[in-house]
T-cell receptor, first 110, second 114 residues
C-alpha cells in the first residue's frame, strides 16, 4: 500500500535558524512529488514539483530535494512569514491523483 | 484570472440535509478534483474528473456525488449530510492528466454538520 509520511509533525524555529522537513514515501512508480504551503484558513499553495531522484528546486529561502525514498524541504535562515504548514504529496498514476502526507506545521519566532 | 473559486466559504447543515459545494476555474483546466481535509490527516481525494462528462471515484467517495457538464465547473453534492462529513473541502484543478501536472487549489469550504 502506498504511504506518505511527513516528519516532524511540528517544528518551532527561531528566526534565522535553518532546518529541514522530511517527506518519506513508499509507492510504486512515482510520477511526481509535490510540495505545498498552507496558511491557516487557506487552500494549499504550490511550491515545487520534483520528478526524479537527484533533482533539486529552489525558491527564496526554500530548497526541495528528492531521493528514491524521501524528499527534504530545507528552510534556510527562516523568517516569521515562513510560518505555515508544509504539505508533501505524491502522484503515482496517470490520472493525477495525489496522496498527501499529514503535513509539518512550522512556526518561526522573531 | 480568478483561478479556482469555491462557494460557500462556510456552511452549517443539519444531519440529513443536502447541499452542493460549488467549484469553478477559469484556466481552461482539463482535470478537476475534490479533497477533504481533517485534523491530523492529509488531504484525501473524494472524486475527480479528467474532462467534461468524465468522473471517477477517489479514496473516500461514499456520501458524495459529482458531475461535470462543463470544463469550468465541478460541483460536489452531499445527498444526506452526516456528522462524519464535517470537514474542510478543497477543489483543485490542473491543465492536464498524466500525474506530473501541478494542481492548483481553491480557498476551501468549511462544512459543519450538526
Amino acid at each position: 500500500e502506498d504511504q506518505v509520511t511527513q516528519s516532524p509533525e511540528a517544528l518551532r524555529l527561531q528566526e534565522g535558524e535553518s532546518s529541514s522537513l522530511n517527506c518519506s514515501y513508499t509507492v510504486s512508480g512515482l510520477r511526481g512529488l509535490f510540495w505545498y504551503r498552507q496558511d491557516p484558513g487557506k487552500g494549499p499553495e504550490f511550491l515545487f514539483t520534483l520528478y526524479s531522484a537527484g533533482e533539486e528546486k529552489e525558491k527564496e529561502r526554500l530548497k526541495a530535494t528528492l531521493t528514491k525514498k524521501e524528499s527534504f524541504l530545507h528552510i534556510t535562515a527562516p523568517k516569521p512569514e515562513d510560518s505555515a504548514t508544509y504539505l508533501c504529496a505524491v502522484s503515482t498514476d496517470s490520472w493525477g491523483k495525489l496522496q498527501f502526507g499529514a503535513g509539518t506545521q512550522v512556526v518561526v519566532t522573531p | 484570472n480568478a483561478g479556482v473559486t469555491q462557494t460557500p466559504k462556510f456552511q452549517v447543515l443539519k444531519t440529513g440535509q443536502s447541499m452542493t459545494l460549488q467549484c469553478a476555474q477559469d484556466m481552461n483546466h482539463e482535470y478537476m478534483s475534490w479533497y477533504r481535509q481533517d485534523p491530523g490527516m492529509g488531504l484525501r481525494l473524494i472524486h475527480y474528473s479528467v474532462g467534461a462528462g468524465i468522473t471517477d471515484q477517489g479514496e473516500v467517495p461514499n456520501g458524495y456525488n459529482v458531475s461535470r457538464s462543463t470544463t469550468e465547473d465541478f460541483p460536489l453534492r452531499l445527498l444526506s449530510a452526516a456528522p462524519s462529513q464535517t470537514s474542510v473541502y478543497f477543489c483543485a484543478s490542473s491543465w492536464g492528466t498524466g500525474g506530473r501536472e501541478t494542481q492548483y487549489f481553491g480557498p476551501g469550504t468549511r462544512l459543519l454538520v450538526l
